[in-house]
């Protein structure tokens, strides 16, 4: 690490940065993009099994609209009055499932007391945009049926923000009900490629490599990098978009693009909170042991909780 970790962040965060390893600079082919799903998903499972161990979630694989999607509940006494979590999980479009999300959806479940869908949406680059995207949409959709958007609230982290935005966007030109509130964690926001900290702090995260490849490997030949469905940083934002958190760090790759939608959206009339964590990286929630991602995904519960009322 190119810049040691600050004193001014929780000991054990600065131990985290210390003995991050090298990132990787494999390239993604067809031929062992599920090697490096295998390894990512055996990378965390420790994590996931603790974290559900913590908690003792009811965790069910159900399909909506024809999509695969994970429910998890807080346990199998918990009452279920219609209140939902969409949660869309990252990965760069080409990793990441809802079971490792559960490091996330399960004490979201846990503290808001609300049914959190996650759906397995089709990855990259076996299926390129709109494949993503099309599924969480139709999720979405059949949800408003089922419940109503005044009892869903979305979320997602990394790709899976970008996704949650992106379904807002959709339901927003198809004249389709908003949910309730957005919790998002580090979105990506902006295919050009064009926000300042994917250079400025690419020697200070741990844990994101480059934008690029992920760009490269999701999208067609001849896309539109500013289609709001991809892009959801030149999405049509007005007042009728929900209350929106965002959360990030000061070592966040991703950075700029909370800071710019963020923007975007509060100079169209959005109810927006951007939480900066000091000396965080990228989706610094997925790492339980840190008393920084503990409180920020209570910070999270809280904000949903208020708007589920």
């Given amino acids: 690490m190119k810049h040691p970790a600050p004193k001014s962040i929780s000991t054990e965060a600065q131990a985290f940065i210390a003995s991050a390893p090298p990132l990787s600079t494999t390239q993604i082919t067809a031929d062992n993009i599920q090697m490096i799903r295998d390894e990512v998903a055996a990378g965390y499972k420790p994590t996931v099994d603790q974290v559900c161990k913590t908690y003792d979630p009811t965790i069910t694989e159900i399909s909506i609209a024809g999509v695969p999607v994970q429910k998890v509940q807080a346990g199998p006494d918990a009452p279920d009055d219609g209140r939902v979590i969409f949660y869309i999980f990252g990965g760069g479009f080409v990793t990441g499932d809802p079971t490792t999300d559960q490091i996330v959806t399960v004490p979201l479940a846990h503290k808001t007391g609300a049914t959190v869908y996650a759906p397995h949406y089709r990855l990259a680059p076996e299926h390129l945009y709109p494949a993503a995207t099309d599924d969480c949409f139709t999720v979405y959709k059949a949800l408003l049926d089922q419940v109503g958007a005044d009892r869903i609230a979305i979320s997602g982290e990394s790709a899976g923000g970008n996704l949650a935005l992106s379904v807002m966007s959709q339901a927003h030109g198809a ?3 908003l949910p309730l509130a957005a919790a998002l964690f580090s979105p990506f926001g902006d ?98 042991q840190l008393p920084e991602a503990q409180k920020s995904l209570c910070e999270v519960a809280d904000f949903l909780n208020e708007h589920f009322g």
């Fill in 191 to 288: 295919f050009t490629l064009a926000s300042d900290t994917l250079a400025t702090l690419k020697d200070v995260e741990p844990t994101l490599g480059n934008a690029e490849s992920m760009v490269a490997t999701y999208t067609p030949a001849g896309q539109d990098m500013k289609d709001p469905t991809l892009s959801p940083l030149y999405a049509d934002f007005d007042a009728t978009w929900p209350p929106t958190l965002f959360t990030t760090g000061t070592r966040d790759l991703l950075l700029s693009e909370s800071a710019r939608l963020s923007t975007a959206m509060r100079q169209a009339g959005v109810d927006v909170s951007l939480h900066v964590w000091e000396g965080m990286w990228h989706v610094f929630e997925f790492y339980p």
């Fill in 175 to 177: 004249g389709l009900p």
